[in-house]
């Protein structure tokens, strides 16, 4: 009977852990990253007397985070994926917003900057149409100067996100750290660490975000590094990364005094480093070459003929530096006087032998091979094409990660129609092992008063 | 017993199909609203480059068609000289006439100077400014001159100016004023000029007349070449007015938005989202828990 007795009270112990565990299931129901816990209950050793043996009842040996660590580690490297691709797309559809053909961009001011040479040649001292020239040329050199300009300054503003992510990066590497020690501390105590077990997957789920990030788990710890071995996170340890502006003024990314940032290629500061160090640099020299080669080609068809005043043309843009380098941003008219277009091929006021020079700048393909409407053509289908397979690439990252979370929550999300299940089935059983007290204890009331009465 | 256990929370993957769906309204929304399915490079980066270079031949045939239309002006001035020349020569056939008396050949002479102002007039004929027979000078070219022997002088010059009408087709759309008016031979103002001085001394009138022939036979070979260029300028115009309506189909075919399977799409958007919204109701609002007592 005291066998039964024990028994009974161990399964009222048990199964009011149980209830604990359903209890706090429920309660982070909505909390992000958390894993459910499932009661893993044990029967007791039993007690052996002569032939018979007893159970000595139950008890809770453990309360188990449900978790698939490999799963986990497939969500965050996707993550990381997402955060590169969403950086890269937003950043880019920025970019793309400076060449929308929507009537002022490059490429119209182009067609008109031609038209106007088209309609000065059938009257080439009028000073109406030469004004229509300058006006169309310092359009043109407006819409290019402005894109320029634009993309620095996008250029600029991509810089301080890189560098508040890496400030970001920091103070998770910190707190991951910490929470590493907070596990080691608890585990070697043989104590449930999976709240912060938890916290911690939550943490390096938005490290992923930010930065490539790989694991290495050691014992209860685990170390961090990006995919190229740049240490994040080793047990307590957190590496800081620092900034420091490069000649450009662009701000490089240093880790224990090397230069990672050409390292960094996934996360957010992955795609933002890619547009701020590859995309738009790499459109700046583009926009370089088409005003450059405008420039000069201008220059030297004026140069080749004789203006209003019999006088060989002078530059018509401001001329570019040799290399090429800012031509863009600085693209300018250098004249202001419409008589200072060289129509004349002859000096006459009224030859227009010159402008043909002018017109075949349309047809030439020295930018990059290319005529320079062509050359535009060829950045719009780049830029574009850069923003459509981003963004195709996004969504197919983002479809993988969602099936990922699925999983995750398939294994470890709280359901509360099993939730509901357990709550009834450990109530009822808390009943039945109370009715089992409550038995007993009538038998030991009978045997006590046997006799008195 | 082992089931599957699903996701228990369905809320992440009905709100990015919702917002995928809203995107895909937005989407459909502006291509009917701009009628391109083209809004932004990214939509077809391809068909974005070909805009760009649809758009510049498109600008490029607008601003030849504008040359061509501006060119078209020396021919009528021609045939007004050769009436005119025609005018002299009868003039001067009739004052070959021997029985015309002194006052009337003075007559006949005096008209014919007024037909010489307006020889020269026509000779200094300018359009937007400019003279159209000064060759590239951009002086009036026919003057009075006491030294010319006709009493008119050329101040241009032997220049020609051409027109880019299409690409790698230009044309040359005048001729040097010299060369129509005072070429040797068919001289213009000299023979009209002599034709007066011999109405006026009655001698060398049929001579002079057969001057004036000679001028109206130049005059009007030189209109040939004005007929020609008006000729390919005709023909030019068509084809760059047939190059526009080919360039705007094509622009049409590369952007256009099919606005039948838009506004299917816009449909089947709004359908689908009624739909996930309605899902996005029902879900998760009951559990087992609603059911113990």
Redesign the interface.
Known sequence: MDSGYYAACSALKTQTSALDIVANNVANVSTAGYSRKQPQFGENPPIVLGQLTFGTGVSLENAASIRDPILQIRIQQETGTQGELSAFVNAM?QV??Q???QGNDI??Q???L???I??L??????IALRQGVLTAASNLASSISTTANNLESQQANLDLSVTQSVDQVNTLTQQIAKVNGQIAALENLHQDASAFIDQRDVLVGQLSNLIDVSQIKTESQISLTTSNGTALVAGTQAFTLTTQPDPSGLEHIFSQGNDVTSQLNSGQLGGLLQVRDHKIPSLLVSLNTLAAGISNSFNAANASGFDLNGHQGADIFVPPAASGAGAAAGMAVAITDPALIAA?S?G??????NL?NF?AI??QTTFNGETP??F???L?????????SG?IEQQAS?LVL?QL???????S??????E??N??QYQRAYDAAARVVDTVNQMLETLINMGTT | MSSIRVNPNVLPDLLSALAQTRQQESTATLELATGSRINQPSDDPAGAAQIVSNRDLGSQADSFLRSITNVKTADSTLSSVVTALQRAISLGVQGANGTLSSSDRADVAGELSGIQQQLISLANTSYQGEFIFAGTATTQPFVSSSTSSSGISYQGNAGTNSVQVGSNYSLQINQAGSQIFSAAGGDVFQSVADLITALQTNSGIGNAVTAVRGAFDHVTSQRVFYGNAVNQLNAQQNYLNSEKVDLSNAANSIAGADIAKTAATLNQAEVALNAELAAMGKISQNSLFDYLK
């Open positions: 559809q793309q917003t060449f929308n053909n490429g119209t182009l067609s008109a031609f038209a106007s088209s309609q040649s059938t009257s080439p001292a009028s004349s002859d006459s006021a009224g030859s227009n032998g043909a017109s349309h047809d409407s062509d535009y053509g060829s719009i289908f780049s830029i574009g094409n850069d923003v459509s963004s983002q969602q979370q699925d999983q995750r929550g398939s294994i999300g709280v359901s509360l129609d099993e509901a299940g709550l009834v």
